[in-house]
């Protein structure tokens, strides 16, 4: 009888063990995922707002190099299309739609003739997915 108890406490601690390693193995993988979509977003957001000061110069400089506004919104686009794909956190999800349609209204703006169009909307946008990106 004691052989038997020793076996089932044996056992008992085997399983135990190896449901904890599972749950910390699943923990820490859960926890790196979720810091490296933040990184991503981080990252991502980050090179949006280099777009936007691209933006921001082609704008001024629109008479020079009207093409500057529009590779710059390119920029932002693919950079959204990123952070879109990575995510699935509706505070970002709704920054990155915020910001795609600040870039649509300048594309419009652009595309109808205007040479300086208002571009704080895209500035905020982009200050917005900053700040929900950052962990």
Known sequence: MAT?????????????ATAAAVALTAGLTTGCDAVNKALDCVQTADAIADSVTELQQAV???????????EALDSIDKNLDKIGDKTDDT?????VDDLQSAV???REAIKNGDKTPDIS???????????????
Do not use: F, H, M, W
């Not at 001024?60 to 529009?70: G, I, V």
């Not at 500035?123 to 990106?133: H, I, P, R, S």
């Open 104 to 106: 649509t209204n300048v």
């Open 121 to 135: 909307p895209v500035t905020d946008a982009a200050g917005e997915l900053t700040k929900v990106c950052t962990p």
């Open 4 to 16: 038997s108890r020793r076996r089932l406490g044996r056992r008992s601690t085997a399983i135990a």
């Open 91 to 95: 505070d970002v999800n709704k920054a």
């Open 60 to 70: 001024e400089n629109a008479s020079n190099d009207p093409t500057q506004a529009d």
